[in-house]
């Protein structure tokens, strides 16, 4: 019989034909810290019935342990005691022909005895160990998991909030805008039309940034043209915008390999990375470089700005009110990647995402 490690109750299965097979059990449950696991523990070396019976008083025993101390046909209790924690037990009937066990056949049992604890203990490790790692991996999937639908979250409220403000304030901007053309053309001084104009020219001018805002919050047509395109587009643009940047790009096409999660995670990432050249950096180039091949994926943003001292952790950033690398930390994670950030002040940042090919 055995007593499984770290349980209240113990399992002890004795033969009903003892000595001839297991044709037919009787299951007893006794407690792990009764008086007769207790005695086995402290004992830690074989014990013959009598001696066991003799030496427990019956008001301690359960009634369990009583019935196994009546059996006549245990003759032997070997305990398998490791490290002071009894895992298990050993119930032996008489030898064949009434032989009586002899001292050296008592130390060759506790030996045996001492080496089945340790198998024992081993096992229980192991188990314990597999069901600990077992736990481990349901909870990163549990997290893989709620990063997905967090990135998925984010991205419906990205695009809710890119349709209200180019259906709501966009266009009432747009009403404005035109009602004050035509209150221009009524008025017939100067001065008033040019200070109109001006006011004119400034709603364009947030519209514009509006119309980028809006831009950068609706997800990407990645579907029909891929991630290299899409991130080539967003680069002519933000040229465009930032003159005084050297924007170089260096992209392998995916030939539409790569799933829309993964595209849009990776170009959330790049977005991020690219918007803190731009505001914070202080650089003259960036270079932009996407490749894959039949393992990896591998996405990275370099430059030569200032740059900062790179925590040991993400969330502090997040401690410091910057919470857009810890954000491009969790979308590379939601699809079993990784972001690295090489940097320190004065020379420049690299942001890379490394992920598996099949995400």
């Known amino acids: 019989g055995r007593w499984p490690s770290g349980r209240g109750l113990a399992e002890v299965l004795v033969p009903r034909g003892f000595g001839y097979g297991t044709e037919a059990l009787e299951l007893l449950r006794l407690p792990m810290e009764g008086a007769l696991a207790r005695y086995l523990t402290a004992a830690a070396r074989p014990r013959w019935q009598a001696q066991v019976s003799r030496e427990l008083t019956t008001d301690e025993l359960t009634e369990g342990e ?27 009937g008489a030898r064949q022909g009434e032989e009586l066990l002899d001292a ?44 997905r639908r967090l990135a998925e979250s984010r991205e419906a409220e990205r695009l809710r909030l890119a349709r209200e403000l180019h259906d709501g304030s966009m266009q009432d901007l747009h009403g404005v805008r035109l009602r004050l053309g035509a209150i221009t053309e009524e ?14 020219g400034t709603l364009l001018r947030v519209i514009d940034e509006l119309r980028a805002i809006c ?64 505001r914070h950096a202080g650089a003259s180039w960036v270079l932009i470089r996407f490749y894959l091949d039949e393992e990896r994926i591998l996405l990275e943003i ?14 502090l950033l997040t401690r410091r009110g910057h919470l857009g690398l810890l954000g491009a930390a969790e979308r590379a994670e939601s699809i079993g990647g990784r972001l690295e950030v090489e940097s320190a002040p004065g020379r420049g940042t690299v942001v890379r995402v490394v992920a598996p090919r099949h995400a």
């Not at 059996?71 to 490791?82: I, N, Y």
């Not at 050297?246 to 991020?272: I, P």
Request: glycine share 6%; net charge negative.
């Open 302 to 315: 370099s430059d030569d700005g200032c740059g900062f001292e790179v925590p040991e952790r993400w969330i």
């Open 104 to 147: 050296e056949d008592l130390d060759i049992l506790a030996t045996l005895a001492g080496q089945a604890a340790v198998a024992a203990e081993n096992v229980a490790l192991i188990e314990t160990l597999r069901a600990q790692l077992t736990e481990v991996k349901q909870a990163r999937d549990d997290l893989a998991e709620a990063r």
């Open 187 to 200: 008025i017939d001084d100067d001065a008033s039309r040019m200070r109109l104009a001006t006011v004119q």
């Open 66 to 92: 009583k019935a196994l101390l009546a059996e006549e046909r245990v003759h032997l209790w070997l305990p398998l005691v490791s490290r002071g924690r009894l895992h298990g037990m050993l119930v032996m």
């Open 215 to 278: 831009r950068e919050l609706r997800p990407p047509a990645l579907a029909p043209f891929g991630l290299a395109a899409a991130i080539r587009s967003h680069a002519g643009r933000f040229r465009e915008a930032h003159p005084e940047l050297e924007v170089q790009v260096d992209l392998m096409h995916d030939g539409q390999t790569l799933s829309q999660g993964v595209r849009l995670a990776l170009f959330r990432v790049y977005q991020e990375a690219i918007s803190n050249v731009a």
